[in-house]
C-alpha cells in the first residue's frame, strides 16, 4: 500500500452521552457511515453511544459535525467526546450488540407521542398496521415507561413477552428500515393486543359513561366533556370536586375551536412529549361548566398514542382525560389493579396486554417567557437527566411533601422521578417508596445519604430518618434557587429569590418570601416579607381568608373588610353556621396571638389579596387564590403600583382597601399588587449589588409576575434564570437538594 494512503486513513472515537438509546442512533450513524463510505462500528453501551469510523481524516470531521447536524430530533446529547485511535483496517461498518459490563450512567428516554409517519400508517387501509393501537417506530412510542432495565434494548422492556413476527423481525434488523431496533416494535400478528372494541368505548363515552383506558403511563378515566351530568358523576366518583379536568382534543383544529392557541403553545401541544398545555378557552363553547369552572384555564393535550387517535377518531369532541385513580392516590398501572381500584368510578373499561412498568401521569405546561414552563413532570419529559455543571454527590433527595418528586446524582447528572403527587394518604406514600426502589434499581445506585427538607413532619422527612443512611437537611427555600441555578447552569454569586406557599424555615417558622446571596455554596438571607401571623397554621394554607383576616387586623383592627359580612359571603359549598363560627374563632386566636404562626410566605399574601378582592375564600387547590387574582389582570398593562418597600405590606393592604372602597375595577388592583411585587424585587436586587438573579418557587409558576420581573430586570441589565427542566414548584425541590448535599 502507498505510503500516502496509509497516512490518510485515520480511526477517530466518539462517544456520546445523554439520551441517545431508544431514538433510532444506530441506525442513523449506520446510514451516516454508509452514505459517506466509512468502515468501522457502533455500540450501545450503558455509558452511552460509542462510534468507530475509519477513513480520511477530513471525511472523519465531516461526519462529526454531520453526527451533531442531522442527529434524531428526540435524542439530547449532553456530552460529547472525541479522540483519535490506531487504525484498524476495518472493512465495513457495522451495528455491534450492546455490552452491559460498564457502570450505568446513560439516560433513559420519554415516552414519545405518535409520529406522523406511524400516523400515516394507523389510517392507511392498505398498510399491514392499519387501525393497529401499538404502531410505534424508533421516532415514537413508549420507553420510560415499559423499560424494566438499562440498557434499553427490547430484552429489557416489556415488549420481551411478545416474540417479533417475520415482518416485523425484518424492520428490526434492517438498518434502513425506520423501525430498526424500535425496541416496541409490533404488529397485529406478534404484537400487544386490545381487551375490548374501540367502538364500543367510544359508545360508552358518547351514552355520557366514564371509560377507564389503559394509556402509556396508566389508566386514565374519560367522559365526554360536553355532558355535565357524567363530568358531575366522574367528580363525585372519584372524589374530586373542583380541581379542573383536562381535555384530549381529537385534533389541533377542535382544540382551536375551543382555545386561544399561539403559534408557541401550537408548538408544545404538538411536541414530541405531547403534555396538556394551559391554555385560555373561547367564550361560549360547549363545554360543560364543571370541567374547570374554579380555573381560568383549560388544559388541553393531544391524542399522544394510536391508541388515544383512534378512539378520538370515533369521538370527535373533547373528552375530559384524567388520571385513573381517586383523588390524591397514584395512578393505576396494572389491569387487575385498575378494575379493583376503579371498578366503583368506571362504567367501562378498555385495556390492553402491555404491560406498563411505572406510572406517568400527563404533564402539564404553561407557555412563560416564550417557552414551555413546566407545572408538573411526568409523561413525556420523566426521566431525561439534568446535566449540572460539577459533579454531585451520589445521594438520594427525598424532595419535598406536596408535588414529590425524589431524585439521586450520578456524576453530573441528576435524574428526577416523575411526578409522584401530594404524601397525603398511605396510597402515595407507597407510590413514592417505589419509585425511590425504581429509580435507584433502573441506574444500579447506592446512594451513599439521603438529603430530605427541614420539615419534621413531611412524609418524605419521616422516610429519611428510618432509612438508615447518614441524612443531610437541606432548607425548603435554599433548595428551591438552587435547583434553578443547577438546571441553569449559575456560576458564581447570584440573588436567590424563592417565594412559595408554605416552607418550613430555619427559623421555625414558615417562609416563603425570601431572597438569599448566594456564594460557594453559602446562603444568606438578605431579605424578607414582612412576617404575619397564620391563624391555625396549616389551616390557612386552604383558607385564603384566614391569611386575609390576619393581615386587616393587623391593619385596621377588623377582621374584614367593613363590607360584605360575613365574609364569607361568596362561599357557595360550605354552610354559613360553622364557617361563622371559625371567623370569630380566627378573630380571637389573632386578638389573642393564639395559635398564631409567624410567616413570612408571599403566596399567603395573594391568597389574602385575592380574599379582600372576594375572588376566592378558599383553595380548593394549591395555588387556585392567586391563579384567580393573576388571571384578573387580563391583558392590562399598566405601571401603577402599591407601595411595598421593604416588603412591607401593611401600606399595600391600606391601599388596597381604600382602592377597593372607591370601586376601582379589580384588574386594575390586581395589576397595581403584581407590580408591587415586582418592584420590589427590583429594589433588593439593585440593592444586592448581584448581577445575576435566580427564581425559584410556586409564585413562579405565575406568568405575569415571572415575565414582568424578568423584563423589567434584563432592561436594567440583570441576567434572569428561571426553571427549564424542573417545575418552580416543589416538584424541583428535589434537583436542589441533590446540588446542595
Ligand atoms: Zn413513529
Ligand atoms: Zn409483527
Ligand atoms: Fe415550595
Known amino acids: 500500500m502507498p505510503v500516502a494512503s496509509k497516512l490518510a486513513t485515520q480511526?477517530?472515537?466518539?462517544?456520546?452521552?445523554?439520551?441517545?438509546?431508544?431514538?433510532?442512533?444506530?441506525?442513523?450513524?449506520?446510514?451516516?457511515?454508509?452514505?459517506?463510505?466509512?468502515?468501522?462500528?457502533?455500540?450501545?453501551?450503558?455509558?452511552?453511544?460509542v462510534v468507530e469510523v475509519e477513513?480520511?481524516?477530513?471525511?472523519?470531521?465531516?461526519?462529526?459535525?454531520?453526527?451533531?447536524?442531522?442527529?434524531?430530533?428526540?435524542?439530547?446529547?449532553?456530552?460529547?467526546?472525541?479522540?483519535?485511535?490506531?487504525?484498524?483496517?476495518?472493512?465495513?461498518?457495522?451495528?455491534?450488540?450492546?455490552?452491559?459490563?460498564?457502570?450505568?450512567?446513560v439516560n433513559v428516554l420519554p415516552d414519545l407521542a405518535t409520529c406522523a409517519d406511524c400516523r400515516s400508517e394507523l389510517l392507511d387501509p392498505a398498510n399491514r398496521r392499519f387501525q393497529y393501537p401499538f404502531t410505534n417506530c424508533t421516532n415514537c412510542g413508549p420507553r420510560y415507561t415499559i423499560v424494566v432495565d438499562i440498557p434499553y434494548d427490547r430484552p429489557n422492556t416489556t415488549m420481551r413477552e411478545f416474540v417479533l413476527c417475520p415482518a416485523c423481525h425484518e424492520e428490526y434488523e434492517n438498518p434502513s428500515n425506520r423501525r430498526f431496533h424500535a425496541q416496541p416494535n409490533a404488529c397485529p400478528v406478534c404484537g400487544p393486543k386490545l381487551d375490548g372494541a374501540i367502538a364500543d368505548s367510544a359508545a360508552a363515552l358518547r351514552r355520557g359513561e366514564i371509560v377507564a383506558l389503559k394509556g402509556i403511563g396508566g389508566f386514565q378515566l374519560l367522559v365526554d366533556a360536553r355532558q355535565a351530568a357524567a363530568v358531575a358523576r366522574l367528580r363525585q366518583r372519584k372524589h374530586r370536586e373542583e380541581k379542573p379536568f383536562a381535555l384530549m382534543m381529537p385534533s389541533l383544529e377542535t382544540a382551536r375551536e375551543y382555545c386561544e392557541i399561539t403559534p408557541a403553545e401550537q408548538e408544545l401541544l404538538e411536541w414530541l412529549a405531547a403534555p396538556i398545555v394551559l391554555l385560555r378557552p373561547k367564550s361560549g363553547s360547549d363545554?360543560?361548566?364543571?370541567?374547570?369552572?374554579?380555573?381560568?384555564?383549560?388544559?388541553?393535550?393531544?391524542?399522544?398514542?394510536?391508541?388515544?387517535?383512534?378512539?378520538?377518531?370515533?369521538?370527535?369532541?373533547?373528552?375530559?382525560?384524567?388520571?385513573?385513580?381517586?383523588?390524591?392516590?397514584?395512578i393505576a398501572i396494572a389491569n387487575d389493579e385498575a378494575i379493583t381500584r376503579l371498578k366503583d368510578i368506571a362504567d367501562h373499561f378498555l385495556m390492553h396486554n402491555r404491560p406498563i412498568v411505572r406510572a406517568c401521569d400527563d404533564s402539564v405546561v404553561r407557555l412563560t417567557r416564550?417557552?414551555?414552563?413546566?407545572?408538573?413532570?411526568?409523561?413525556?419529559?420523566?426521566?431525561?437527566?439534568i446535566r449540572v455543571s460539577r459533579n454531585v454527590q451520589p445521594v438520594l433527595a427525598v424532595g419535598g411533601h406536596l408535588k414529590n418528586t425524589v431524585a439521586i446524582g450520578v456524576g453530573q447528572d441528576v435524574?428526577?422521578?416523575?411526578?409522584?403527587?401530594?404524601?397525603?394518604?398511605?396510597?402515595?406514600?407507597?407510590?413514592?417508596?417505589?419509585?425511590i426502589d425504581d429509580l435507584c434499581r433502573l441506574y444500579s445506585f447506592k446512594p451513599e445519604a439521603v438529603v430530605c427538607d427541614l420539615h419534621p413532619d413531611y412524609a418524605s422527612t419521616n422516610w429519611a430518618e428510618q432509612s438508615g443512611l447518614p441524612i443531610i437537611r437541606v432548607q425548603h427555600h435554599q433548595a428551591h434557587v438552587a435547583a434553578c441555578a443547577a438546571e441553569n447552569n449559575v456560576e458564581g454569586p447570584y440573588l436567590g429569590i424563592a417565594w412559595d406557599g408554605t416552607g418550613y424555615g430555619l427559623d421555625g417558622t414558615i417562609w416563603g418570601?425570601?431572597?438569599?446571596?448566594?456564594?460557594?455554596n453559602h446562603y444568606e438571607r438578605v431579605a424578607q416579607l414582612r412576617p404575619f401571623g397564620l391563624p391555625g397554621g396549616d389551616a390557612a394554607v386552604r383558607e385564603a381568608w384566614r391569611s386575609a383576616a390576619s393581615l386587616l387586623f393587623e391593619v385596621s383592627g377588623e377582621t374584614d373588610c367593613g363590607?360584605?359580612?360575613?365574609?364569607?359571603?361568596?362561599?357557595?359549598?360550605?354552610?354559613?353556621?360553622?364557617?361563622?363560627?371559625?371567623?370569630?374563632?380566627?378573630?380571637?386566636?389573632?386578638?389573642?396571638?393564639?395559635?398564631?404562626?409567624?410567616?413570612?410566605?408571599?403566596?399567603r399574601l395573594f391568597d389574602a389579596?385575592?380574599?379582600?378582592?372576594?375572588?376566592?375564600?378558599?383553595?380548593?387547590?394549591?395555588?387556585?387564590?392567586?391563579?384567580?387574582?393573576?388571571?384578573?389582570?387580563?391583558?392590562?398593562?399598566?405601571?401603577?403600583?402599591?407601595?411595598?418597600?421593604?416588603?412591607?405590606?401593611?401600606?399595600?393592604?391600606?391601599?388596597?382597601?381604600?382602592?377597593?372602597?372607591?370601586?376601582?375595577?379589580?384588574?386594575?388592583?390586581?395589576?397595581?399588587?403584581?407590580?408591587?411585587?415586582?418592584?420590589?424585587?427590583?429594589?433588593?436586587?439593585?440593592?444586592?449589588?448581584?448581577?445575576?438573579?435566580?427564581?425559584?418557587?410556586g409564585v413562579f409558576q405565575n406568568r405575569y409576575l415571572t415575565e414582568r420581573t424578568a423584563a423589567m430586570l434584563e432592561s436594567l441589565g440583570f441576567v434572569v434564570h428561571t426553571h427549564r427542566q424542573v417545575p418552580p414548584n416543589d416538584g424541583g425541590i428535589a434537583l436542589g437538594q441533590v446540588v446542595m448535599a
Not at 372 to 377: C, D, P
Not at 513 to 520: K, T, Y
Request: with cysteine; glycine share 8%.
Open 11 to 49: 480511526r477517530l472515537r466518539v462517544t456520546l452521552r445523554g439520551a441517545v438509546q431508544g431514538v433510532g442512533f444506530r441506525p442513523f450513524v449506520y446510514r451516516l457511515a454508509a452514505e459517506m463510505s466509512l468502515t468501522g462500528w457502533v455500540l450501545n453501551s450503558s455509558a452511552g453511544l
Open 55 to 105: 477513513g480520511a481524516p477530513d471525511e472523519l470531521r465531516r461526519f462529526e459535525q454531520r453526527l451533531e447536524a442531522e442527529r434524531p430530533k428526540a435524542s439530547v446529547v449532553t456530552v460529547r467526546e472525541s479522540e483519535w485511535i490506531p487504525t484498524q483496517g476495518s472493512t465495513k461498518f457495522e451495528i455491534h450488540h450492546s455490552d452491559t459490563d460498564s457502570a450505568k450512567s
Open 415 to 435: 435524574f428526577v422521578s416523575q411526578h409522584i403527587g401530594d404524601l397525603e394518604t398511605l396510597e402515595a406514600r407507597h407510590a413514592f417508596e417505589r419509585a
Open 513 to 520: 418570601g425570601e431572597f438569599f446571596h448566594v456564594e460557594n
Open 563 to 603: 363590607d360584605s359580612r360575613p365574609r364569607l359571603s361568596g362561599e357557595r359549598s360550605s354552610p354559613a353556621g360553622p364557617l361563622q363560627l371559625s371567623v370569630s374563632k380566627v378573630r380571637n386566636m389573632l386578638e389573642r396571638k393564639i395559635n398564631v404562626v409567624p410567616t413570612t410566605s408571599v403566596g
Open 370 to 385: 416564550g417557552r414551555g414552563g413546566i407545572l408538573r413532570r411526568a409523561r413525556g419529559y420523566a426521566p431525561l437527566g
Open 609 to 697: 389579596v385575592a380574599s379582600i378582592l372576594d375572588l376566592a375564600q378558599q383553595n380548593r387547590f394549591e395555588g387556585q387564590a392567586a391563579m384567580l387574582l393573576e388571571n384578573e389582570i387580563g391583558s392590562l398593562r399598566t405601571e401603577e403600583a402599591y407601595p411595598l418597600a421593604a416588603g412591607d405590606w401593611a401600606p399595600l393592604i391600606a391601599e388596597i382597601l381604600r382602592d377597593k372602597r372607591e370601586g376601582l375595577p379589580v384588574p386594575r388592583i390586581a395589576a397595581r399588587f403584581h407590580n408591587a411585587l415586582v418592584n420590589w424585587i427590583l429594589e433588593v436586587a439593585a440593592k444586592s449589588a448581584l448581577k445575576q438573579i435566580v427564581l425559584s418557587g
Open 287 to 330: 363545554i360543560a361548566w364543571n370541567v374547570a369552572h374554579c380555573s381560568p384555564y383549560l388544559g388541553i393535550m393531544l391524542p399522544y398514542s394510536p391508541l388515544h387517535h383512534l378512539l378520538m377518531r370515533e369521538c370527535p369532541f373533547p373528552l375530559v382525560a384524567t388520571s385513573g385513580n381517586r383523588s390524591d392516590e397514584p
